[in-house]
């Protein structure tokens, strides 16, 4: 069975940053695998955030490049999202999601697989 713990989210002032983590299971290779973060605003679908393929490839959703960066760390299994200059329209709850491995990007891949619980980011201006 695979779990997906997230955690590092909060409340900031815009401008500020956070640091998002997603731990794997045993049963998932962060190395290997890929792997995403979504978020959801209240009243809002689910968007998706960034990505990393297994060539260590990654994408992002135009609203956040720039200041914004997904990582993993293979010795802790650890997926991570660091976002910067954060904004109110930033404000969402924020999941991770992993998928067997890939070699392209599509945010769809990950409807059927597993999913973190989810982590609240607030933002105020």
């Known amino acids: 069975q695979v779990q997906l713990v997230e955690s590092g989210g909060g409340s900031v002032q815009a401008g500020g940053s956070l640091r998002l983590s997603c731990a794997a299971s045993s049963g998932f290779s962060v190395r290997t695998g890929c792997m995403a973060w979504f978020r959801q605003a209240p009243g809002l679908g689910r968007e998706g955030v960034a990505e990393i393929i297994s060539t260590s490839d990654t994408r992002y959703t135009d609203s956040v490049r720039g200041r914004t960066t997904i990582n993993k760390d293979y010795a802790k299994n650890t997926l991570y999202l660091q976002m910067n200059n954060l904004q109110p329209e930033d404000t969402a709850t924020y999941y991770c999601?992993?998928?067997?491995?890939?070699?392209?990007?599509?945010?769809?891949?990950?409807?059927?697989?597993?999913w973190g619980q989810g982590t609240q980011v607030i933002v105020s201006s």
């Open positions: 999601a992993a998928a067997p491995p890939c070699y392209y990007h599509t945010w769809s891949r990950y409807e059927s697989q597993y």
